[in-house]
């Protein structure tokens, strides 16, 4: 039961760092402020940390869905 306290308080000082929403989908944040999904566009170049999408946004969206099927 100690230990469970313990985690409590780890989880709360994480909410405070990470944004609640994901700017992209106006979803509950997951991960760096950003959805589960919208995480991965992220970290693919696909959208900057304000939720903005790149001139070359096709190209890329489409490299993701190969990738993502193969
Ligand atoms: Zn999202």
Redesign the pocket.
Known sequence: MDNKDKNKGQKNQNVLEIAAR?P??K?KAHKAG??A??FQWFKMGLVNRKGEKPKDFDKKFQAMQRRKAA
């Open positions: 994901c992209v989908c979803g950003f959805c999904e919208h």
